[in-house]
Nanobody, 125 residues
């Protein structure tokens, strides 16, 4: 069982930065691929970024590539999403997700068994 708790959301002006954190419980964090998804009002949940269990492989949605960075700290059981050069279209609820042990990171939400409650990010123009 894995529990995920996101934090770090808030209101920021366009061009600003935020860092989201996702604290995970459980001893299997280091063996799981981790990902961030987001859902804007009236839209489906979409992939943002993912990191392999080792952290050596990282994947990004085209819309955030070059602006967002996913990282993980195994000692702290935490995964981060550094978001720079934020745009109004980045406004959404951001969710952290954990995959099966040693599974390959996926861009598909169905491949993630554990989810956090979400944290709101709002970017004003």
């Amino acid at each position: 069982q894995v529990q995920l708790v996101e934090s770090g959301g808030g209101l920021v002006q366009a061009g600003g930065s935020l860092r989201l954190s996702c604290a995970a419980s459980g001893r299997t964090f280091s063996s799981r691929a981790m990902a961030w998804f987001r859902q804007a009002p009236g839209k489906e949940r979409g992939f943002v970024a993912a990191a392999s269990w080792s952290g050596s492989s990282k994947y990004y949605a085209d819309s955030v590539k070059g602006r967002f960075t996913i990282s993980r700290d195994t000692a702290k059981n935490t995964v981060y999403l550094q978001m720079n050069s934020l745009k109004p279209e980045d406004t959404a609820v951001y969710y952290c997700a954990a995959g099966a042990p040693y599974d390959t990171p996926s861009r598909t939400s169905n491949n993630y068994a554990y989810w956090g409650q979400g944290t709101q990010v709002a970017v004003s123009s």
